[in-house]
């Protein structure tokens, strides 16, 4: 550490040798790398729970500069953790073996945006929203949006492939990705995919978006844009029991019907929500489905019928709403997407969980978690992307109860298992970061985790990028070959993951 | 995840433990420890905007007081300097799902930092010269007010912008001095009331701020005609004073709470319901006497009282009758939302439709319109190249409007897009809500 007195601050790292810091003010400009320990501080953290600093912050212009900070890491051995809004949930930014963290936020500019073919060429750093807030004049938007899209980046989203409400309909981050360029091994820059349709070879696109940041440092990317829905009805229906509220789902999938978003709002969720956003939800509701019907103007008007038709003749339905107005509709969806840190209120600290569920098993699933909350005595507030089978159950508890975490792991554990059994994964769309390794053996086989691992190999050979992070902790999982990952690989190959 | 031990005996008035800070009046851990880092905040803060950089962020300088709360950093230059940026605008705030009290956590940590860190030499003598020896002062600031005037009147600006001195001195005095507003020709002296014109009168008590009533006096005249005409009795108690905002912002806490006690006593010698105030920052600080003085027990209550009381006036006048106006004036508006009207007292549809209110006025909203001005109290002197960023983006927001006025309900607004219409050559005027109100509603 440069400052005198971090040595004696908690913890913090060694610091990097003069050499190596100057060498990256070399490359960056002095005013883009920071050494400082109260400017590393704010560096340990995203959205998950644990915290770790890393030794230097890094603030790239270019691939080229990220690919020559990448060289050095590689000769010195230090790890690379690439950052954008750190807005992540799994814990997938926080620099666990300290090393080199590569701030993307200056890299935010569109560079092209191809109206006639519907792409965009962006940088990493580039806020998801701006995106479609500046090619909105065009009548184009990007369709994933991730209910943190206001803060989270294009780059960031790739690394975890990002869902959101709206990929119901139009599917997750990786369907909107044709092209990127990423500087991986130990600072090789190549440009897979791009804006010709149908890329033939290996489809490196589709394997680096959600990977996490384990091959690599995605510096530019080639996205799809659509064209704005020229209609959209916004419901809300609100029904007596959430078990209610899955019936409904149910039935519209009986009937077909996909919605372009489908969300579920439980009722302990209901009542942040309305303090912190005053909607003015139907009182007395013990779950409400917010939806969305977007299309051209009959299609709608046909779909929004049948839809509303649907969600009333439910047993247990309290009536729908519309929203009336596009101030209305912006309302109940700032409401939606500020669930998480709304929920904030109710309790200092969260536990969130990410499982998937088959649709059809979803009512019973959302019953478990109710039991699950209530034997282990924590408060669980629900909202979920419902029509996609990703629920989102929130265990709140107050760090400083002692006793509190184990009994909050030990919940977390039962959801993600019940998850599991009612044939769902452990996570939707939050990645598995540090957070979910250990259930990666839930749904993999070790053969299914070894060929994992070769492939990260193959992009993160020096082993830097990112470790700690997704494949299971080492000795977990029978293990047969030994690939080099993680700095402590430097000294002894075995650990592989 | 770690949580400071709250240091023993130190409990907030509600019971609840305290951060361990050496300040009389901590803020509470759970409040501190709020924040659940969800990043939501970040586009919103002007400063996070310009540099893109986590420790100029709300979540990063949130992340640092907690920090210091927890005895992990120590409030050292590069600490302060992440503080010090921060405009206090609070549009954070606004967009925190989670109800972070991010201005209360600020305002508090400035404080510690300044009774850890009490300042020395020449920025000591002068701050010790301005917040205690002459805000709390009426009669010194309006002597320092009258050289100003003679200074701005005799000829001798003219001579010394001319000269270009000001440029050679240290300390970017220039700057300074081109945002100094222009003293009025006539102070504004509360005492009496203002009788109401009509039937209603209603009376309601003015607040006239310390700068208000030496550079904008006639604003205040206005304000008080504006509020007659819709038929209020104006009563304008003698002995108020300061606020105490600039104060709060900069960690002078204790002398902060000294004016807010000489304004409760002066304002309850009002029976006005009402006290009005038309300085979005007084506004807001008026507002929070309640919490500022929630730990005295002899005026938590009284304070409670008196900030309940508290209207902007674009408030007060969108909740009166509207008044009969003289024709159409056919003029196109921008409204400016001063931070602490938007962010800090939420108040974002009253100042519109009392405009909207005036028959031939086309109100245009200009972009990013929730963004700071960088005027920020007196941001423009402490971190004039911050402010000078985003008071350029201001002006050119306000330019590419097309409108003939802007117009809004801070002086600080008002001096800062003044200055950069100025350096422009603009012939788009800016306007005080009151300023407005009186000259379209004058008979």
Request: a negative charge; glycine letters at 10%; aromatic letters at 4%.
């Amino acid at each position: 550490m440069a400052s005198g007195h971090a040595s004696a601050e908690s913890g913090a790292r060694a610091g990097l040798p003069a050499r190596v810091v100057g060498e990256l003010r070399a490359i960056l400009g002095p005013d883009a790398v920071l050494d400082r320990y109260e400017d590393l501080l704010v560096y340990e953290y995203d959205a998950y729970m644990d915290r770790s600093l890393p030794q230097v912050v890094v603030r790239p212009t270019s691939g080229e500069q990220v690919a020559a900070v990448v060289r050095v890491a590689a000769r010195e051995r230090l790890a690379i953790t690439a950052r954008g809004g750190a807005s992540g949930l799994s814990g997938g930014v926080i620099p666990i073996e300290g090393g080199i963290m590569i701030d993307l936020n200056r890299m935010h500019r569109i560079l092209e945006v191809d109206v006639e073919n519907g792409l965009a060429l962006v940088e990493p750093g580039l806020i998801n929203l701006d995106l479609s807030t500046a090619v909105a004049p065009l009548g184009l938007y990007y369709a994933p949006d991730p209910s943190s899209q206001k803060t989270s980046t294009i780059g960031g989203n790739i690394a975890e492939n990002a869902g959101g409400p709206h990929c119901l309909s139009h599917g997750m981050t990786t369907n909107h990705v044709v092209g990127l360029e990423l500087v991986t091994r130990d600072g090789l820059l190549c440009t897979p995919g791009g804006p010709a349709p149908d890329a033939p070879g290996y489809d490196l696109v589709g394997l680096a978006v959600g990977s996490e940041g384990t091959f690599g440092v995605v510096t530019r990317a080639w996205v799809r844009l659509l064209t704005l829905p020229p209609e959209t009805v916004t419901f809300l229906a609100p029904y007596d029991s959430i078990e209610a509220a899955g019936q409904a789902v149910s039935a519209l999938v009986a009937n077909g019907v996909t919605p372009a978003a489908l969300e579920l709002i439980d009722e302990p969720a209901i009542r942040a929500l309305e303090e912190a956003f005053q909607i003015g939800y139907p009182p007395g509701a013990g779950a409400v489905l917010l939806i969305d019907v977007d299309g051209l103007h009959e299609a709608v008007e046909e779909q929004a019928a049948l839809v509303g038709r649907i969600c009333q003749e439910t047993r247990g339905s309290l009536g729908l709403q519309y929203a009336a107005t596009e101030a209305e509709r912006a309302k109940l969806w700032a409401a939606r997407k500020g669930a998480l840190a709304a929920c904030g209120r109710v309790a200092p600290n969260y536990y969130l969980c990410d499982g998937t569920v088959p649709r059809s098993r979803l009512a019973d699933v959302l019953g478990t978690v109710h039991r699950i909350a209530e034997r282990y005595g924590v408060r669980v507030l629900t909202v979920a992307h419902i029509g996609d089978g990703n629920i989102h159950p929130m265990i709140m508890f107050d760090i400083n109860e002692p006793g509190i975490l184990p009994r909050v792991e030990a919940a977390h554990d039962e959801l993600v298992e019940a998850c599991v059994d009612a044939g769902g994964t452990i996570t939707g769309e939050h990645g598995v970061g540090l957070e979910k390794r250990k259930y990666m053996p839930l749904i993999f086989t070790p053969e299914d985790l070894e060929v994992m691992a070769l492939v990260r190999a193959a992009f993160n050979s020096t082993g830097l990028f990112n470790p700690g992070k997704v494949l299971p902790e080492p000795g977990t999982v029978p293990q047969r070959v030994a690939i080099p990952v993680g700095v402590s690989a430097a000294v002894g190959p075995e650990t592989w993951v | 995840m770690t949580v400071s031990e709250p240091t023993p005996g130190s409990l907030a008035h509600d019971g609840l433990p305290t951060v361990a800070f050496g300040i009389p009046d901590p803020p509470t851990v759970a409040d501190m420890n709020a924040c659940v880092h969800c990043g939501l905040c970040l586009p919103h803060c002007p400063t996070f905007r310009e540099t893109r950089l986590e420790t100029e962020s709300p979540r990063g300088r949130l992340h640092l007081m907690r920090a210091l709360a927890e005895g992990r950093v120590e409030a050292t230059d590069t600490f302060v300097s992440h503080l010090s940026l921060c405009l206090d605008c609070r549009a954070c705030e606004a967009a925190c799902p989670t109800g972070v009290k991010f201005g209360h956590l600020m305002e508090a940590t400035r404080a510690e930092v300044r009774a850890r860190r009490p300042l020395t030499g020449f920025a000591g003598i002068l701050g010790h010269i301005v917040f205690l020896r002459l805000f709390p002062h009426p009669e010194r600031l309006e002597l320092l007010a009258s050289l100003l005037r003679i200074y701005q009147r005799s000829g001798l600006q003219r001579l010394v912008r001319a000269s270009g001195l000001l440029r050679r001195l240290p300390g970017r005095l220039d700057e300074a001095e081109a945002l100094l507003p222009r003293i009025s020709s006539r102070f504004f002296e509360p005492r009496g009331t203002v009788r109401a014109r009509g039937a209603l009168k209603k009376p309601v008590a003015f607040f006239a701020g310390c700068i208000m009533r030496v550079a904008f006096a006639e604003t205040n005249r206005a304000t008080v005609r504006v509020l007659a005409r819709a038929g209020c009795d104006v009563h304008l108690p003698e002995d108020q004073i300061c606020c105490g905002a600039l104060h709060v912002h900069a960690g002078e806490r204790e002398t902060a709470k000294r004016l807010a006690r000489r304004n409760i006593e002066a304002f309850e010698r009002s029976e006005a319901e009402w006290i009005v105030v038309n300085a979005a920052g007084c506004g807001a600080a008026l507002k929070e006497y309640g919490e500022w003085l929630a730990h005295d027990h002899a005026w938590a209550a009284r304070a409670a009282v008196f900030s309940a009381r508290v209207r902007d006036l674009s408030e007060a006048v969108a909740a009166l009758p509207p008044e009969a106006t003289s024709g159409s004036i056919n003029v196109k508006v921008a409204y400016q939302d001063a931070c602490h009207l938007l962010h800090a007292q939420r108040i974002r549809q009253q100042p519109r439709d009392v405009l909207q209110r005036i028959p031939g006025v086309s109100l245009v909203e200009m972009r990013d319109g929730d963004r700071c001005c960088g005027s920020a109290g007196i941001y423009n002197l402490t971190e004039p190249e911050m402010a000078e960023r985003l008071g350029e983006q201001k002006v050119t927001n306000v330019e590419q409007t097309g409108a003939d006025v802007v117009v809004s309900g801070n002086p600080g607004c008002l001096i800062q897009i003044r200055a950069g219409l100025a350096r422009r050559g603009s012939t788009m005027r800016a306007v005080h809500l009151a300023d407005f109100l009186d000259a379209a509603t004058r008979d």
